[in-house]
């Protein structure tokens, strides 16, 4: 992905790809996801995840990789509550270890409360706990049992001036729910694998657009695989070839009938 922003203040485009998990915390047994990209030298810019709650009360940012520090100084900084006289951003939990990798956490608010955490080691790829993270967040009281909604990843840019190039290669997200019966986990869901980042940009606390087409034979595929195999598969967004020809079949015979 190639962007082009003035360097002025202020995030100007978000370009990402985004997972809808639309269940709550505590019935989620797993939620983990893997990234991998290449980022510039110059310019001001972070690659981040963008986690909302379904109300979007609460968004929880895990910054992977970014042109200022982790200790909340330098030409990127998190919404914060408290700001140094440096300008920097205050931190409200320093050098926790959860989820994969040690974080910086920053709280503030614009419009909504918004939850930073700055990995201390920048990295252009990895895999990430993010139920670690959130069950950690509620343990300290910052969040409670919210309804998971969307899961995004991307660039916030805010200077890339003269253009430069963002290449995402891969990002993967994983989430196995719990059994409302027997409390153990049995469904797999959300497994995408989607080699590039959506070719667009959102404003930040947008609401997500949503990634599938309800009038899609990818999501009719998706509801007849829930129809006809409720224990195999659920909610799953992207299906291989060999399922869904068997969905698409079972969707035009339940047509005809």
Not at 98 to 114: I, S
Not at 230 to 237: A, D, G, I, K
Not at 239 to 246: R, S, T
Request: net charge negative; glycine share 10%; charged share 15%.
């Amino acid at each position: 992905m190639w962007s082009n922003q003035p360097n002025t203040e202020g995030i100007k485009s978000y370009p990402h790809q985004a997972f809808n998990i639309g269940k709550p915390l505590s019935s989620i047994d797993t939620l983990t996801s893997s990234f991998n990209q290449d980022v510039p030298t110059g310019g001001a810019w972070e690659t981040a995840y963008d986690i909302w709650d379904s109300s979007h009360q609460n968004e929880i940012m895990l910054w992977t990789n970014y042109t200022g520090n982790p200790d909340g100084s330098g030409n990127v900084k998190p919404i914060s509550h408290q700001y140094g006289p440096s300008g920097a951003a205050i931190p409200i939990h320093s050098n926790i270890n959860v989820g994969g990798a040690t974080w910086n956490v920053f709280e503030g608010y614009n419009g909504h409360k918004v939850i930073s955490l700055l990995c201390t080691s920048k990295t252009n790829n990895g895999t990430v706990d993010i139920k670690s993270i959130l069950d950690w967040l509620k343990s300290k009281g910052h969040i409670g049992d919210i309804n998971v909604g969307s899961v995004q990843y991307g660039a916030e840019i805010t200077a890339s001036p003269g253009g430069m190039n963002f290449n995402f290669k891969n990002c993967s997200v994983n989430s196995t729910p719990i059994d409302a019966v027997g409390g153990n986990p049995n469904v797999i869901s959300h497994v995408v694998d989607r080699g590039t980042a959506v070719r667009g940009a959102a404003d930040r606390g947008a609401t997500p657009p949503r990634k599938v087409d309800p009038n899609s034979d990818e999501q009719l595929s998706a509801a007849a695989v829930e129809a006809f195999l409720p224990s195999t598969v659920s909610n799953t967004l992207m299906l291989n070839n060999a399922l869904f020809n068997f969905a698409k079949e079972a969707i035009d015979e339940g047509d005809e009938g």
